[in-house]
């Protein structure tokens, strides 16, 4: 262990040669482009991040903080590169196809192999939608544009995180981002001789402030967005930069000053072991706290962020000398984690996505032990097999230009996978096919876009109120007949497309109000929201309805608007954009039946929680039934989301007005045998749900004929 520790110390070669900020002369002598002095301490502080990663995403009820491991991550690189930089450009020995040449073989080689496995794995186990989409994803990530991608993916119907084996690529794709203008902004700083300094600190600043500002509005774009990520990256580039250690040293001296002149005895009250033994211990803290308080309910990075970061920058400024960094994290064992760091993060997110994938759910917790454990061993064989050889040793650039080859021809091989729609020839069977179908949102038998499916179907995504009246969803077609008022929303909006037909065929007037909003609150940040329950609350004075039918996605409303509400409060953050009432979800519920009572409805059809899968139906059925020649089964247990049924028991025995209607779908859809799987014979129409939860035609229809004719005959 010691030798390759060793060996590795040698390849970083030592910094040099630093002199004050910006004084770099044109008329120098070049030298060797040089890097940085190797810390044990700081493959130490990589293991921690790595392993926090890791941890999160295979025991995520353990470590829920795990991802700030990124950040951590953010900051050594800051640091590092920006090492790299300031002492070359001092030095004169600055070259960008030097420092380029160096990125290219640091991070391709094993980036190469993880893209190409993941082809390798996708054709064998991948769906057609998830093939193409893998083919979409290898070409951002040869590209280092991963997280644009990723925030333009990001939607109401997007699929979930744990289907995209390269998701994790986002923050590969910040860092290169960073390292193609961070480089050119100091460059440009030397050549006019300005302090490093000015340009770091208002750069840092202006990212931060823009962090905190969008995180409530466009949280994903907060995530994803390099402009409110580079602040973490600077963070470690205020470490490295000379001019400020200079300034600090100067300062320090000073208070020594004082001090031998104020206290009887000459007492230096800045120096040495004490404040380095402070600062690496406050650093273990800060780190310490944010594995264990922030989770996936925070907004995320907004100021929490600055946990993990400052406890990185603490640790790392309290030099090798600190106890801790010398003992813990310089200890053989952290060093080597840190050694295979990198290709232990671009290893382990594909393996568990793969896995959950082929499961079509959650692993099992052995199976999640032991994705680690291969995680681990292919990360160090991809160390010494790919990584080392290509690192170091003879012909660099030859090296250089193999790596860029190869991840153009790997680019290369995403664009035919996406172009060829993942090629579906690989699926043989028609029932297989018939499955792959439902991966389309829209569902509409006219083939109409999505689009215009949804305009013409009543579900309001982003538009105002008007919405409403111009796309017909407040029409009678039978004046002198009851009305039905349908609020919801995308499950109401599912439910129409069997509810409409149902109540035009016995005359009843349909007034439809489906929106990405919460269910008639005039208390959220999104003034559109408001607006729309306002009129939904004013035309049911106007109106008059003979019965309101109330159907949402209840368990997701209450995790994201009402669950943390107190807990987000006294954090002064919220786990949304927006937030609401204040009280727990089910009074709230209750309370508004209450108000639409008040409002003279006669009766309330409240449609309980939808029973939930835990991957896409037609996936389930597919991955569980199909692949292994099991006949596809009327009614099965196998990927429900228990929790999802036990949820509706708990809507179902909240204390409503007298004119509520409580319809439990799980008492309807759900018996000794299981939940319903299909409502027909044509697998390629009749299956209940298109996803997780929501209704396709055929379902929608079932639900209304042989579930809401008994409260709506």
């Not at 009887?264 to 264990?292: Q, Y």
């Amino acid at each position: 262990m010691s030798e390759a520790i060793g060996r590795h110390r040698e390849a970083f070669g030592s910094l040099h040669g630093l002199t004050e900020c910006g004084q770099g002369s044109a008329n120098t002598t070049p030298k060797t482009f040089t890097l940085p002095k190797y810390r044990a301490d700081i493959d130490g502080l990589r293991a921690v991040a790595v392993l926090s990663v890791v941890a999160y995403h295979a025991f995520p009820a353990w470590v829920g903080g795990g991802l700030v491991g990124v950040d951590i991550f953010f900051v050594i690189s800051g640091f590092l590169i920006s090492t790299i930089l300031f002492g070359n450009l001092q030095n004169n020995s600055f070259s960008f196809l030097e420092f380029y040449k160096r990125r290219i073989r640091r991070i391709f080689p094993a980036l190469i192999v993880v893209c190409s496995a993941s082809i390798i794995v996708g054709w064998f186990w991948l769906l057609p939608d998830e093939y193409q989409q893998l083919g979409k994803h290898i070409i951002g990530g040869s590209a280092f544009v991963s997280n644009f991608m990723f925030l333009g993916e990001s939607g109401y119907f997007d699929n979930a995180a744990d289907t995209k084996p390269l998701l994790h690529l986002w923050s590969l794709g910040v860092e290169e981002q960073f390292y193609i203008v961070w480089p050119l902004l100091l460059w440009y700083a030397w050549k006019r001789n300005w302090s490093w300094t000015t340009i770091t600190i208002p750069v840092l600043a202006i990212s931060f402030i823009l962090n905190v500002a969008t995180a409530h509005r466009h949280p994903d774009a907060d995530f994803y967005s390099p402009i409110t990520r580079f602040w973490e990256l600077l963070i470690g580039a205020l470490l490295a930069d000379p001019n400020l250690n200079l300034i600090i040293s100067n300062t320090r001296k000073r208070l020594d000053h004082f001090a031998a002149v104020l206290l009887p005895s000459k007492v230096s009250v800045t120096s040495g072991h004490n404040i380095r033994e402070f600062k690496s211990l406050f650093g273990v803290f800060l780190i310490g706290i944010s594995l264990v308080t922030i989770d996936r309910e925070h907004l995320y990075p907004f100021t929490w962020a600055l946990l993990p970061t400052l406890g990185a920058a603490f640790i790392i400024v309290s030099s090798t000398h600190a106890w801790f960094n010398r003992k813990v994290l310089a200890s053989r064992v952290l060093v080597w984690f840190g050694l295979i760091s990198y290709p232990l993060y671009l290893w382990h997110w594909p393996l568990f996505s793969f896995v959950t994938i082929i499961e079509a759910g959650t692993p099992s917790l052995g199976v999640r032990i032991a994705v680690v454990i291969l995680s681990i061993l292919l990360a160090w064989l991809t160390y010494i097999i790919i990584e080392k050889p290509v690192r170091y040793g003879k012909n660099p650039n030859s090296k250089t230009l193999g790596a860029i080859l190869a991840m153009i021809a790997v680019g290369s091989g995403g664009c035919i996978i996406y172009d060829a729609n993942g090629f579906p020839s690989r699926i043989g069977s028609q029932i297989a096919i018939d499955l792959i179908n439902y991966n389309y949102l829209s569902p509409d038998p006219n083939g109409k876009s999505e689009e215009e499916f949804w305009e013409k179907g009543c579900f309001n995504m982003k538009d105002s109120v008007d919405f409403f009246r111009l796309n017909g969803c407040e029409q009678k077609a039978f004046p002198d007949r009851p009305t039905v008022f349908l609020l919801g929303d995308s499950f109401s909006a599912y439910l129409s497309l069997g509810l409409k037909s149902y109540l035009h065929e016995r005359e009843l007037n349909l007034f439809q109000y489906s929106a990405t909003c919460v269910l008639l609150s005039l208390k959220e940040d999104r003034s559109r929201c408001r607006e729309i329950s306002a009129h939904i609350l004013e035309m049911i004075k106007v109106q008059k309805p003979d019965i309101v039918v109330i159907f949402e996605h209840y368990w997701a409303v209450r995790d994201m608007f009402f669950e943390n509400y107190w807990t987000n409060q006294q954090a002064n953050q919220h786990t949304a954009p927006h937030y609401h009432e204040g009280v727990p979800y089910g009074e709230y519920l209750v309370r508004k039946t209450r108000e639409l009572e008040d409002l003279g409805v006669r009766k309330i059809v409240l449609i309980g929680q939808m029973p939930m899968w835990d991957a896409m139906l037609p996936k389930v059925i597919l991955r569980r039934f199909v692949r292994f020649g099991r006949p596809v089964p009327e009614r099965t247990y196998e990927g429900i989301v228990q929790a999802s049924l036990q949820f509706d028991d708990k809507l179902k025995r909240l204390e409503y007005p007298s004119n509520v209607i409580y319809v439990s779908l799980k008492d309807n859809l759900c018996n000794s045998s299981g939940c319903v799987v299909k409502v027909g014979p044509n697998i390629s129409k009749d299956l209940l749900v298109w996803d997780t939860a929501h209704l396709t035609q055929s379902g929608a229809i079932f639900v209304a004929e042989n579930i809401l004719s008994k409260v709506i005959p």
